[in-house]
């Protein structure tokens, strides 16, 4: 019962202090952003309508390439309507279930973009290293079972830990942030939050570092195939491997720093580089995936370039 009132007593409403930092800049900020979410919509539309029109981009390469982009549009959803609006707005406050949503959002599609990049990794490792079976492998039933992984092992692993969030007493309603997370809303607790620490540990185990590690393995075992074939077969597997390496080490920067920054007090660091790593965690991997695969791979290439000279000439 006690439990029940503290968390009645709660504030229905947190504050996202950073804002207050922009000043007059926030209508520049706003055009920027408004801008960018356009472009972020623009690029990974492209690339999963290319995907799906195309027959023969039914493959399970492409096909995880695509799940990139739905989760980009997916993370970016959960981030950027809401933040356009605090940017106008005077008072940047969010209730408490808009708050949990957004953090349900954006942890999700952190997991998900790691797993499907370590789905991504098990597909180049079979097509370079078990190119005879490759087919037989990464047939169209596990490459289904693979996408409906990754999709529901965060979305279950991540309820646990946002349920014991939601039922903190809370002692203040101040974020040093631009969106909603959930270590800065824990350190808000009036009550010991050791439990919370425990379950984050144990989800940080399974949709991080878990993925990582297999993504490294996967890796390894490709370069020591790779050392025993002629110096033709490693370009071409470097080739292959090549946007899926970038866009994975680009991702692990940007999401080290989300995980750095969610473990400082936020409200002692600088306020612009706080925004920066913030906005780089949900912005870069956006904006990035569809460039690298949009441009360096030549099937999906040759074929936006046909669609924009097809809709540049017709009538």
Sequence with gaps: MSGRLANDSSP?????????????????????????????????????????????????????????????????SGFFPRFLMDLLSDTHLISRPACFTQIYIIYTYASYELFVLSIM??????????????????????????????????????????????RLPLCGNQLPRVFCATWPVVQLSCVDTTP????????????????????????????????QKSSEFRGKALQTCLPHIVTFVNYSISGFCEVSLSRFKADQLDPNVVMILSLEFLIIPC???????????????KLIFRLVHTNTISP
């Excluded at 706003?30 to 027959?55: D, Q």
């Excluded at 490459?143 to 409906?148: E, G, K, P, S, T």
């Excluded at 379950?199 to 050392?227: D, E, K, M, N």
């Excluded at 904006?287 to 290439?301: E, Q």
Aim: contains cysteine; proline residues 5%; hydrophobic residues 50%.
């Design 196 to 227: 919370n620490s425990i379950a984050g540990l144990l989800v940080s185990t399974t949709t991080v570092f878990l993925p990582l590690c297999f993504v490294l393995y996967t890796y390894l075992r490709i370069l020591l195939v790779c050392q």
């Design 287 to 301: 904006v990035f995936n569809p460039v690298v695969y949009g441009l360096n791979l030549p099937k999906i290439r």
């Design 121 to 166: 990794a098990y597909d180049r490792y079979v097509a370079i290293c078990k190119p005879l079976h490759y087919h037989s492998i990464m047939s169209p039933r596990t490459m289904c079972m693979l996408v409906a992984a990754a999709w529901l092992i965060p979305v279950f692993s991540l309820g646990g830990p946002l349920y014991l969030t939601i």
């Design 12 to 76: 229905f409403y947190f504050q996202l202090t950073l804002f207050r930092e922009l000043g007059a800049s926030r209508y520049l900020f706003f055009s920027l952003t408004l801008l960018l979410y356009a472009v972020i919509v623009s690029f990974n539309v492209v690339i999963i309508m290319v995907i799906c029109l195309e027959k023969t981009l039914h493959e399970p390469m492409y096909v995880f390439i695509s799940c990139l982009s739905l989760n980009s549009l997916y993370g970016s």
